[in-house]
């Protein structure tokens, strides 16, 4: 038996009044998928007063925006992006997803939630989805042990100029203007806590996955 899944893009449903539009032209291809996931672009909360659109944070009409999602037949969200932004947004959002019975990950009340993965199941095949996300802010943002917020996975660049000729389209570095060598990398410590959720989750051990997250969450109090 073949099963069919789906992965969109980010799905941003600001403005939106009209739940039948964002999908019109799809709608009937992702209806006849087994699985359907994405990323949410866009917090399922109405714009919290006084906001201003150069602050973070995306935000759809909770009615609309999950009512277009319904429509639409998507299964599963990840929600780890930099515009989940707010525990309370972020709660808020959640909430309205489980009020519509659409799964998610990426985001959750605590480090624990905001790491747990979907997992939709078909016919005896198991689909599985974790996500992460490197840009994003440490505060009312990356989830904690205490604290709402998305699922990150920590980045570091650096700029290296370079003291010889690396590349041959590339002018000798007595040349004025040599652009810096940008070189960027996952923290060893986040992406080893990534790497052992994943791991645990693949084999299917639902405690495992808690436990791992859990040593995360105890770990990060002290980064």
């Not at 999602?69 to 990840?78: M, Q, T």
């Not at 997992?119 to 989805?129: D, H, K, P, T």
């Not at 080893?192 to 405690?207: D, E, L, V």
Request: overall charge neutral; hydrophobic content about 40%; glycine content about 10%.
């Amino acid at each position: 038996m073949s099963l069919r899944m789906i992965l969109t893009g980010d799905v941003n449903l600001m403005n939106v009044t009209d739940p039948t539009a964002p999908f019109a032209l799809v709608t009937d291809e992702l209806h006849r998928a087994d699985a359907v996931f994405s990323n949410l672009e866009c917090c399922l909360v109405d714009t919290p007063a006084g906001h201003s659109v150069g602050n973070e944070g995306f935000f759809a009409d909770p009615t609309v925006g999950g009512e277009a999602l319904k429509l639409a037949g998507i299964h599963a969200v990840g929600i780890a992006n930099n515009v989940h932004y707010g525990d309370r947004n972020i709660e808020a959002s959640i909430a309205r997803l489980d009020q519509l019975g659409i799964l998610h990950t990426g985001a959750g009340a605590d480090v624990v939630a905001a790491r747990a993965p979907v997992i939709l199941e078909r016919g005896g095949v198991r689909f599985g989805f974790l996500q992460r996300s490197s840009v994003y802010w440490p505060t009312n943002h990356e989830a904690r042990k205490d604290a709402a917020g998305i699922a990150v996975i920590r980045g570091h660049t650096a700029y290296h100029v370079p003291m010889f000729k690396t590349r041959v389209d590339v002018p000798p570095p007595n040349r004025p203007g040599i652009p810096p060598d940008i070189i960027t990398w996952a923290d060893a410590a986040y992406l080893g806590w990534f790497r052992r959720i994943s791991r645990r989750f693949a084999h299917g051990s639902t405690y495992s996955w808690r436990r791992a997250t859990g040593d995360w969450a105890r770990t990060s109090c002290n980064t």
